[in-house]
């Protein structure tokens, strides 16, 4: 292995890097085309011996086209992976999209034995579908911990607030996860969970020292790598106590803990190398080598594929990296996908019951639900009925609309209401804006016209909006409805802290409500405890949620 | 024949309904559940023998797919068809998305020889890729002469604004449609283009008697009949001087004029019986009695399917119905399915070069992108360069934006003036209101801050939206930001309408453009004419149309 030329190199070295594919079959309909690589380059790097592919994007039909395809496309066997944290869902439609894992952990503070049961459920409903999909790698859990309500880019992503927490649930997902025959990954090493910056955007600095992350922050890195995770993947974050020069994806110091302090010997997976953290500072094939020197054992998403492959090479023939170093990456690459056959050699060959391809199965529908039904909770014990405000307003918060995923004008949020007699205005970032310049009085109410509020606030950590807007002052605004009588219901889906702020000030009269999730069916069950029914919406249970109100 | 029992009716009836389905595979993904028949009842009903299957949505791969698996449930032979009267992208991402007919009507104003090539291509494109995603009836051309500029269904969808373009064009169209091996359909007869109200919403009345019908409406259609159309659509519009009775689906002195007056033989398939205009007034099974009674052989979306086929077994067995209707209606459904297959005899099977399946060939692209450089008008000769003014307002406006099909965050509209320093601000019908009660100056400027307003207005006759707009005041308002010297362009993509009236008055130092398209591609290439690049959309050639300025 010491004496490899150039030609073994460029054989070798590309296995090291995970590029990034839509999911979509075809180059016209790639949604992010600046980092989805087309097909022809696609094809062009899996034949040079490429050795992962990130995926996003399509539905659970065209993944598994898709990942025939890429198979077929690739000189060496693959690792196929997605950021399915929340479900196959997230990314894929047709695949179940679950109560994020914030709402889990807030089960757990009052049923902690079922929660457990749920995460574990979790990683089963996640991995089975990502395994009929084709997948082989799943890129979860998060295994930061939210201690900082004003995280823009972990928030609801995280199992929790406190290491305790994190390190129960995520130990119990990623068993289910395993058991369905996919690697699993932890992340983003060594916390990304106390930063109030996204390092899609910038890079977040952090004052915690060694103890400091010994205390906290490494805990359940520590639980997971012992319980068997497979991957790990550094973060985006500058820790000027540890090392004051690089952040921890490119940091010998940083990334040197994850094996001497908690001993992981698994795959090291870089977060993508694109992010501006990153980018803004190093170019494109100086970060992967960067990042390969001080320990990476894969590059997730460098800018530059081939780039990154060449500088790679001339780092190990110059001796900047020792040849060691491509040994032991290759080394761990090759057990990992041992690894995912050994897993799978136990497990039973899917068969679809019907000539439809059928991801989501009736027990991950029945699951999907009860996540939700055991997470939304409605303030009032009594079921309030708003379905008598004749013109009222459906006022809608949410992030952005070009697109919407859990938004359409078919929606129980904008049906619901409706067919109770509210107009709905939708405002989002790029819309006309509802504020004025006054403290006190917020809302530009002239913009609205007449009638009363009903108030539905989708809200929660988003990675690349920057913020957690709390520039948008909704505790002001919602003073304000109610001071001019003006407020007839209130909604949060998404983050428990804004729910938390809003009620401890709100009139006890008023009907509110909240769930973790954002999806249709979570609309739904809200929206069916605070609205009678009027015709429509046959297929929605009536639910009984009175066990969770506050 | 004439002894037919309840069980012959009941194995024979159902062949004449034509039900609809999301072009997507699983249940969960259906964007209108109320239209879209879930994956069992389409199931049921297709081994039940109905004979005609309508999709919309989804990607041209699951369409392929679910061709496939449609034809595996029916137990007879199956029309499968689409509205896809802009290409077969305009319902399934991946196909060609074409500039609407009527900007090839303006190309034929200046160009009829190269129009008329234009048309034909049209047809080829759209019959070559929904013959191969497994369709084998498109439902165009549509025949309506957009008489009426504030027609808010019809409009951009007709292929001209008299007699003569609509028929030469439409005869193109339909011969390069046949070519490709899918039956064809003429709609709405007996003219859907003078109505100011949308049929999918309430029921438009027309005065217009039989004479004037001759001399315009029908001319078109008499046309296209005789160049061997193979159906005809009925169209939800009250001929109040021919039948003041009942509209024309219903009609049968209506009908019997396409029998009568045109001699057409073919198939007469009703436009959308769950449309309001229908819907109102005759309950499910009544309605498509009636449709069928008055003369039409195929049943378009009944509002229940099941419903639809008892109700038109007992008009038969109690001689509501004559027997011959049935017989000759099923007569004219046979013969219909064996002119695919003589069509088909004489074609070869489609191979896909690669191992993608890639719908959208070269040459389609080309096409696609030479329509969209001939129909652009660009009203200065000079390039103008609008990327210097730093804090400027991108004010974009679209009908609706759950979701808006050809916008999202990286698409040119946004992206581009993004680039040269322009903040979005996207207007639309659920949005907060950017209007203020005053005629002069109806734009309320306090919502957009400071800064010069790049306008681009996405605005044509689109189905559900109930009228064109006109209540929006864009005339006035561009007279308003002129006279504060708040203008530095403007975009209209869609109405020909609009942009004539906008550019009548307009200040000739202001740069402006229109484009029929709203389409990506017909965004990047409006744009480029009036910003220069900043670094990106290298992918977009540098595109020459002064040869198309006005």
């Not at 939210?146 to 609801?156: A, F, G, H, S």
């Not at 708003?386 to 995923?405: A, E, H, K």
């Not at 988003?462 to 520039?471: A, C, K, S, V, Y």
């Not at 605004?477 to 709100?506: C, F, K, M, T």
Request: hydrophobic share 40%.
């Amino acid at each position: 292995m010491i004496d490899l030329n150039q030609s073994d190199l460029s054989q070798l070295v590309p296995e090291l890097l995970v590029i990034r594919a839509s999911g979509h079959l075809f180059d016209s309909q790639r949604q992010y085309p600046e980092w989805e690589l087309k097909n022809s380059d696609l094809k062009r790097l899996l034949s040079r011996g490429v050795g992962g592919v990130i995926l996003v994007g399509g539905s659970v039909s065209e993944l598994k086209q898709r990942s025939k395809i890429l198979r077929s496309w690739a000189a060496k066997p693959l690792f196929l992976c997605a950021d399915v944290e929340e479900g196959l869902g997230q990314r894929f439609i047709g695949g179940s999209l679950l109560v994020p894992p914030l709402g889990i952990a807030q089960i757990h503070r009052k049923y902690p034995e079922k929660a457990l049961l749920l995460a574990e459920k979790y990683g089963i409903c996640t991995g089975f579908q990502a395994r009929v999909c084709g997948l082989n790698w799943v890129l979860a859990p998060v295994c930061d911990i939210n201690n900082n309500p004003n995280n823009p880019v972990i928030n609801m992503r995280a199992w929790g607030e406190d290491p305790f927490t994190v390190s129960a649930l995520t130990i119990a997902f990623q068993r289910g996860l395993s058991s369905q025959g996919v690697l699993t990954c932890a992340k983003h090493f060594p916390g990304h969970g106390d930063t109030s910056v996204d390092s899609h955007l910038e890079l977040p600095v952090l004052d915690h020292d060694l103890n400091r992350l010994q205390e906290i922050e490494l805990l359940p890195f520590k639980e997971v790598v012992a319980s068997g995770v497979d991957s790990v993947m550094s973060a985006h974050v500058l820790l000027r106590q540890i090392d004051p020069n690089y952040p921890a994806t490119l940091s010998p110091i940083v990334l040197n803990c994850l094996r001497e302090e908690i001993g992981f010997d698994g795959l090291l997976v870089t977060d993508a190398l694109v992010m501006e953290a990153i980018k803004k500072s190093y170019g494109g094939g100086e970060a992967a080598v960067m990042a390969f020197k001080a320990g990476a054992d894969l590059l997730m998403m460098p800018e530059n594929p081939d780039e990154a492959i060449d500088a790679i090479c001339q780092a190990l023939l110059s001796g900047r990296i020792p040849m060691e170093r491509l040994q032991q990456s290759l080394q761990r690459r090759k057990q990992a996908l041992a690894k995912v056959d050994s897993l799978r050699s136990t497990l039973p060959t899917y068969k679809a019951k019907d000539d439809l391809f059928e991801v989501e199965r009736a027990e991950d529908q029945l699951f999907a639900e009860e996540l939700i039904s055991l997470s939304i909770k409605v303030r009032n014990q009594e079921k309030k009925d708003l379905g008598v405000s004749q013109g009222g307003i459906n006022l809608l918060r949410v992030d952005g609309v070009l697109p919407c995923s859990f938004l359409t004008q078919t929606s129980p949020a904008i049906s619901v209401p409706q067919e109770a007699g509210y107009r709905t205005v939708l405002c989002h970032q790029l819309g006309v804006n509802p504020w004025q310049d006054d403290l006190n009085e917020p809302l530009a109410l002239d913009r609205f016209g007449n009638g009363s509020f009903f108030l539905q606030l989708f809200l929660r950590g988003n990675p690349f909006r920057g913020d957690l807007n709390n520039r948008e002052p909704w505790v002001a605004a919602v003073r304000q409805l109610e001071q001019h009588n003006r407020l007839s219901g209130i909604v949060i889906y998404g983050s428990p802290y804004l729910w938390d702020e809003l009620i401890r000030n709100l009139d006890s009269s008023i009907p509110a409500a909240y769930s973790p999730a954002q999806m249709q069916q979570a609309q739904g069950m809200v929206l069916a405890s605070l609205f009678q029914p009027v015709n429509s919406n046959k297929d929605l249970p009536p639910q009984k949620i009175s066990d969770f109100t506050d």
